[in-house]
């Protein structure tokens, strides 16, 4: 009789504790916005693209922006850590790309302007300001320069961050010639080579008059500069 007592108290016990059932749903029940799945699907693939290191504040800002219409912080492409990189902590081409494609229709841009789009995108600090640092810049930047400035800090000589603005900034498609405009291709030369200091001027004005002469249509690649001979020292 006491077993008796014991089971059924232990199975009065179980029903008092058990959860409740879960509520059932039939399709015709949940109600899916027909737009959810391909901005669900459009975040993901800008995510991996990106690869944010802060996934929420990165989800937080590329969702405001998708709100009020404003251009989102998005790599075209995911890049690889070359393998000298533990972690791809600073800054790349696709990430200086982003910010040229957010920033360059004003020629003249704030700190404020500059740091808040540098933070989206989740980038150190203090690149920053050793970048702002070497181009003296005040409380307004010209992009441009700036830009030519984040390409030097990609890594390299004046040729090499050359390479890699013609790269960012070409039109053509990805793995073509990577062609700018010449006289784009000049301001920038002409900026970096007058930062470094140890390139003659009339080094500089023969190599972009070599340069010009080579270039078709006005266009420089390359593949034109980089068959000369650097000039940022003189031969």
Not at 61 to 74: C, E, M, N
Not at 78 to 83: D, R, T
Not at 96 to 113: D, F, G, M, P, R
């Amino acid at each position: 009789m006491a077993t008796l007592l014991l089971r059924q108290a232990c199975e009065d016990r179980r029903e008092i504790v058990m959860p409740p059932p879960e509520t059932m749903y039939c399709a015709q029940q949940i109600n899916i916005p027909p737009e959810l799945p391909n901005i669900l699907k459009q975040f993901t693939k800008a995510a991996i693209k990106t690869q944010p290191c802060d996934v929420l504040q990165w989800a937080a800002d590329y969702f405001s922006a998708l709100s009020k219409g404003q251009g989102i912080s998005v790599k075209e492409r995911l890049e690889m850590p070359v393998a000298t990189q533990k972690t791809d902590t600073g800054l790349t081409p696709g990430l200086l790309k982003i910010l040229h494609q957010q920033l360059a229709s004003n020629k003249i841009i704030t700190k404020e302007e500059l740091l808040w789009k540098w933070k989206d995108l989740c980038l150190p600090i203090e690149q920053l300001d050793t970048i702002l640092a070497l181009g003296n810049f005040s409380e307004n930047v010209n992009w441009m320069q700036f830009f030519a400035l984040g390409c030097s800090a990609l890594g390299g000589a004046i040729m090499s961050a050359l390479k890699h603005a013609c790269e960012i900034l070409t039109e053509d498609s990805e793995g073509g010639s990577a062609q700018i405009p010449f006289d784009t291709f000049q301001r920038l030369y002409r900026y970096l080579a007058h930062l470094d200091g140890e390139i003659p001027k009339e080094q500089i004005d023969s190599f972009l008059h070599r340069l010009e002469e080579e270039c078709q249509g006005g266009m420089v690649e390359p593949s034109d500069f980089t068959s000369f001979r650097s000039a940022e020292k003189s031969e």
